[in-house]
C-alpha cells in the first residue's frame, strides 16, 4: 500500500520559476523525508521534517508539514535545469526507521 | 568512501533462472534495505535488515530471499525469476535509528 500520495505527477515550469509539490499519507508519522532522484540513478536525501514541526528549510528548498491535513509540501525556489529530476515524500508510518514507505513521485522538468 | 554499491548495474534474465543481486556500503551502516521501484508505484520495500544476522519482511518479499552475514553485504536472491519481478532494484543502508537513508545506483533488471 503507498502511504504517500504525490501531486502532481508531473510538473514543467521555466527556469527561475519556484516549482511547488505536494505530499499527502494516511497514517501518523514521526517524521516526513524529501529525496529527490535524477533519470538513471538512486535516491537522494533532501531533507527531514519531524511531526513536531512545521516548516523547515534547506538552501532554495522549504518544506511544510501539516500533521491534521497529513499533508505536505516541498518548494523549490529559483529553479533551475539541475533541479530536473523525481521527487518523492517517504513518511515512517509510526513503523520505525527501517519501514519507510514513499510516494509515487512527481516528475519535475526545468526548462531553459 | 564509495557509500552503497550495487551489481550488476543490469540483468536480464530468462523466466525461472535464479540470481543474486549484490549490495555493499562501506559507512558501517546497521540498517539496509531492499526495494523495488515500479513506474508509478514509488518504492516498496522488499526486506530490510537491522543488523548481521537479523532480516525482516517488507512490503513485497514473496520470491525474494536476504541474509546479512557481514554489516557491508546484503545481497538479494531472486529464487526463481519471474516476469512480474521485472523492476528497478535499490539497495539502501543508514545509521541504527536513523531514518535518512543512503541508497546505491539500482540494479535494472529484467525477466523474460
Known amino acids: 500500500s503507498q502511504q504517500g500520495e504525490e501531486d502532481p505527477q508531473a510538473l514543467s515550469i521555466q527556469e527561475g520559476e519556484n516549482a511547488t509539490m505536494n505530499c499527502s499519507y494516511k497514517?501518523?508519522?514521526?517524521?516526513l523525508q524529501w529525496y529527490r532522484q535524477n533519470s538513471g540513478r538512486g535516491l537522494v536525501h533532501l531533507i527531514l521534517?519531524?511531526?513536531?514541526?512545521r516548516e523547515k528549510h534547506s538552501g532554495r528548498l522549504r518544506v511544510t508539514l501539516d500533521t491534521s491535513k497529513k499533508s505536505s509540501s516541498l518548494l523549490i525556489t529559483a529553479s533551475r535545469a539541475a533541479d530536473t529530476a523525481s521527487y518523492f515524500c517517504?513518511?515512517?508510518?509510526?513503523?520505525?526507521?527501517?519501514?519507510?514507505?514513499f510516494g509515487q513521485g512527481t516528475r519535475l522538468t526545468i526548462n531553459p | 568512501n564509495a557509500g552503497v554499491t550495487q551489481t550488476p548495474k543490469f540483468q536480464v534474465l530468462k523466466t525461472g533462472q535464479s540470481m543474486t543481486l549484490q549490495c555493499a556500503q562501506d559507512?558501517?551502516?546497521?540498517?539496509m534495505s531492499w526495494y523495488r521501484q515500479d513506474p508509478g508505484m514509488g518504492l516498496r520495500l522488499i526486506h530490510y535488515?537491522?543488523?548481521?544476522?537479523?532480516?525482516d519482511q517488507g512490503e513485497v518479499p514473496n520470491g525474494y530471499n536476504v541474509s546479512r552475514s557481514t554489516t557491508e553485504d546484503f545481497p538479494l536472491r531472486l529464487l526463481s525469476a519471474a516476469p512480474s519481478q521485472t523492476s528497478v532494484y535499490f539497495c539502501?543502508?543508514?545509521?541504527?535509528?536513523?531514518?535518512?537513508?543512503?541508497f546505491g545506483a539500482g540494479t535494472r533488471l529484467s525477466v523474460l
Open positions: 539502501a543502508s543508514s545509521l541504527q535509528g536513523a531514518y535518512i537513508q543512503y
Open positions: 497514517t501518523s508519522i514521526n517524521n
Open positions: 521534517i519531524r511531526s513536531n514541526e
Open positions: 517517504a513518511t515512517d508510518a509510526l513503523q520505525g526507521a527501517q519501514k519507510l514507505v
Open positions: 559507512m558501517n551502516h546497521e540498517y
Open positions: 535488515s537491522v543488523g548481521a544476522g537479523i532480516t
